[in-house]
């Protein structure tokens, strides 16, 4: 009977990732430690922790070593809204992102929305997402073939582009579409998630009337808890990307320690390991992440060991993360997770 316990989220856990969508040109943003950017991952997410409201920061900075670093940032806020005898989720988040040495900047603002059908033992929660983008770059330091000057030999940046249609900045909307499905599976608690992202397919062509839509993103997501002792819970997770024929992995697990009550008000420690990877792609890097949840604080900071074939490059320098995550308890305590689906 126990083995039976056992065994029944493992394989819920390996269906999750054989069911994962494999052929969906480029990527989204993406973190290490994606539990730690709920609503830039799916929409259904929002308001889903037990508590009031949340505030969530999460910076990463990735390659130094090969010139200009990668820089991503995400800011979001999300709460619980009574209308009438309802109750519904709203919240805000922010994103900025710069790469490569002309600066490619993407940055944009996302307004999300969820609603949630309370079960006997489970939860289903939907979620919509919408918001405006601003895609740019700066070509200050940069050169293009056709500043190609034979009187020097070589490439002179007071030259002018000749590219006449050619534009700096580019607005765009987006919307996104999440579900998320939880049940209480004896002492396991397991959440399933799955979201579309650029349900419009925008269009971000830096070339006026040019169209160049943007394709749908593909999101899935797999948790469960379960404890291992009096004090001490696994967590195994897996976070799935896919858009057009590019593909994003995350896999591995958390390892948490309860805290006796104690006057500095640590409540837990907790540790991990993950893989980036993929299908039919390089595995790119392990992935170690340390927290702690202090006061209403959980704390996270992680790092990306390169293990791709770009390691000799950097030196097999990765990326740096850093998030912190404060939830609010206030006077009404959220119940979109209700206690045993307590974070």
Known sequence: MVQNKIMRPILLFILVLLTCPVSMLGQDIHFSQAGTTPLIYNPALTGNFYGSWRFAHSFRSQWNAIGQPYNTLSLSFDKSINVGRKKIYAGIALLDDKSGVIGLHKSGLMLSGAYQFLMRNSILRLGVQAGIFNLGYNLNGATVPGQYDHSIGGFNPDLPYNEPNLGESK??????????????????????????????????????????????????HFTIKFPVGEKLNIQPAAYFISMAHANNLLIGSDVLLDVPPNKNRL????????????????????????????????????????????????????????????????????????PCFRQ
């Open 267 to 338: 409540h837990a420690l907790y540790a991990g390991a993950y893989l980036r990877t993929g299908f039919d792609r390089n595995t790119d890097a392990i992935i170690a992440v340390l927290g702690a949840k202090l006061f209403q604080f959980n704390i996270g900071i992680s790092y990306d060991l390169n293990i791709s074939q770009l390691q000799k490059a950097p030196q097999i320098q990765g990326a740096f993360e850093l998030s912190l995550t404060y939830t609010g308890m206030g006077k009404q305590i959220n119940p979109a997770t209700i």
């Open 171 to 220: 607005l765009y909307p987006d919307l996104n579409l999440g579900a998320l499905y939880k049940v209480l599976l004896g002492k396991y608690n397991t959440e399933i998630g799955v979201a579309v992202f650029h349900v419009n397919q925008p269009n971000y062509s830096f070339y006026g009337a040019d169209s160049i839509k943007l394709d749908m993103t593909y999101k899935t």
